[in-house]
């Protein structure tokens, strides 16, 4: 954060004067929270009797010292004051403080040099020498040069002692800053680590629940609340850094310290007994990823393929804790994530096992029927996608429409035919028809694009299917998907709906309900039946 300051000096003084800014840096709030800027100040009001002039701004810069000059609001405003000639002389109590001075970019040093060159003022430091950017010679462009560059290399070498240094103080298993966990605090009186007993408390209490009663992060966390425990950073405990705080190693003694990606280990004082911190890596082991594993691995014949009819979102298969080794389809709307995210529809899950049957039923009936393969092929074909190419070419022509619209728009406005506030309303206004004839244009081309590539798939089609003819009836999970993904390809449009009241609808490349059929490529059917 910076803070400016503006004075105003006596016009008639002013006249005769050399117009000054003063610029005051330090490489972090830390710093300046330790007022170490003072120094600055008083070298630079004894400056200003020393060489007398009219004050138009201080600057009191907080930033690093490698940080580009241009994403600071300090150098932003040190630029504006240049473009407007407003000062004469660029004060600061040492040259290497300028904005930029210790980068490792010369171009980023040379920032504030070329400022003063715009402005056609000079940089003077609180020892009284001036550095003319304009001078001829080249000796002040030398001077302030080789100045700034010895200071970023001084940088460096504080850099590369701090680290050394602390790296030392780790590798001997001191403490080298930073945060300690939840129960652990470094006290800068004694040099020493304390243990906040009452946070050990919840640590144990935390603990027993998953040793005693088996439960997982997600259970304890609100069990946690409900005792009225609040998390370390206050409100609702979270599951995740519960888990952290049940795994991390500092329990036993074994503080992990983290410096330039290595990581060292501080001895602090055991919380828990190792036996008990072993006994709580099982419960939670026990617990970490098994239904997630089960899940990816379960062979679900319409993975991937289904969708909610309620609300169009993706379904996955779950197992919950207590559904007894059954698994479902369960719509995305209801998972713990989309909670606030999505609102949660009528079609919660249906089970695997009982959609897949229905679903392979019904395929299965199609794969040994030649006669309702030969008729359903024929009825994609007479598809043209007329209504959905003519839509494509409308919303291209309008959008170039809107585009020769949007050049005439500024050019109108340079010629100032129309003010900059009419210009602004009509470039929003333009922005939300593009943007809808946009999304109309790719739902268009989606939909010719998912058609040329079925009709692509149609001409060998049937000798796919007659390949696996013969499998249909001892077939394994592999020839089962094989022949859903054959005639229900991932394609936009295409799949498996599930509904609340138990139905299925399979929307496929070909008729799979025969010729004839309402619905060319959709068949509805009831798991039940």
């Avoid at 728009?409 to 009419?422: H, K, P």
């Avoid at 244009?441 to 007659?466: F, I, K, Q």
Wanted: charged content about 30%.
């Amino acid at each position: 954060m910076s803070t400016n300051t503006l004075h105003v000096a006596d016009d008639t003084s002013a006249k005769a004067l050399p117009r000054f800014v003063e610029l005051i840096r330090v490489s972090s709030q830390g710093q300046a929270d330790r007022d170490t800027p003072a120094r600055q100040r008083s070298e630079l009001d004894r400056f200003r009797l020393r060489r007398p002039g009219a004050l138009v701004e201080r600057i009191e810069a907080v930033a690093s010292g490698a940080l580009p000059l241009d994403q600071t609001p300090e150098g932003r405003r040190i630029s504006h004051l240049a473009r407007a000639g407003a000062f004469d002389e660029l004060r600061i109590a040492e040259l290497d403080r300028v904005l930029g001075g210790r980068a490792d970019d010369p171009r980023d040093r040379l920032a504030v040099f070329s400022m003063a060159l715009d402005a056609g003022a000079v940089l003077v430091d609180t020892s009284g020498q001036v550095i003319d950017p304009a001078d001829e010679s080249g000796m002040g462009e030398m001077s302030y040069y080789l100045k700034t560059f010895m200071g970023s290399r001084e940088r460096k070498l504080i850099l590369r002692r701090t680290m050394g240094g602390r790296r030392r103080c780790a590798l001997e298993g001191k403490f080298i800053g930073g945060h300690f966990t939840f129960w652990l605090k470094w006290d800068k009186t004694t040099k020493a680590v304390t243990v906040l007993e009452e946070r050990v408390k919840i640590i144990k209490r935390a603990g027993d629940l998953a040793i005693t009663r088996g439960l997982g992060t997600y259970q304890i966390a609100g069990q946690l609340e409900r005792d009225g425990i609040p998390a370390p950073k206050g409100g609702k405990w979270s599951a995740m850094s519960l888990g952290r705080l049940l795994r991390n190693r500092a329990l036993i003694g074994d503080h992990a310290q983290r410096l330039q990606g290595q990581t060292y280990q501080m001895a602090v004082p055991p919380v828990v007994d190792r036996q008990w911190f072993d006994a709580v890596q099982k419960v939670l082991d026990g617990r970490k990823g098994k239904p997630r594993a089960a899940c990816i691995s379960k062979d679900a014949l319409c993975r991937g393929r289904v969708l909610c009819g309620e609300c169009g979102e993706v379904m996955h298969v779950i197992n919950a804790a207590n559904s007894k080794g059954r698994y479902y389809y369960k719509c995305r709307s209801h998972h713990r994530r989309a909670k606030g995210v999505l609102e949660r529809c009528a079609n919660r899950m249906h089970q695997v096992e009982t959609i897949d049957e229905a679903v392979w039923g019904r395929l299965v009936a199609f794969v040994r029927d030649p006669v309702l393969l030969r008729e359903a092929a024929e009825l994609p074909r007479g598809t043209t996608g007329a209504s959905d190419a003519a839509e494509v070419q409308r919303c291209e022509g309008e959008l170039e429409r809107d585009a020769k619209y949007q050049v005439t728009l500024a050019r109108q406005q340079r010629e100032g035919l129309l003010t900059d506030e009419a210009v602004e309303r009509m470039l929003k206004e333009q922005a939300h028809r593009r943007r809808t004839l946009q999304d109309r244009l790719d739902e268009a081309r989606g939909r010719l694009e998912a058609m040329e590539a079925v009709s692509r798939a149609l001409p060998g089609l049937e000798d796919r299917l007659a390949s696996i003819q013969g499998a249909v009836e001892a077939a394994d999970f592999a020839t089962r998907r094989a022949v859903l993904e054959t005639l229900v390809p991932r394609l936009p449009g295409y799949g498996v709906k599930l509904f609340p009241e138990g139905m299925v609808e399979v929307k496929g490349a070909l008729n799979l309900d025969g010729a004839g059929s309402p619905s060319p490529s959709v068949v509805t059917i009831s798991p039940k039946s």
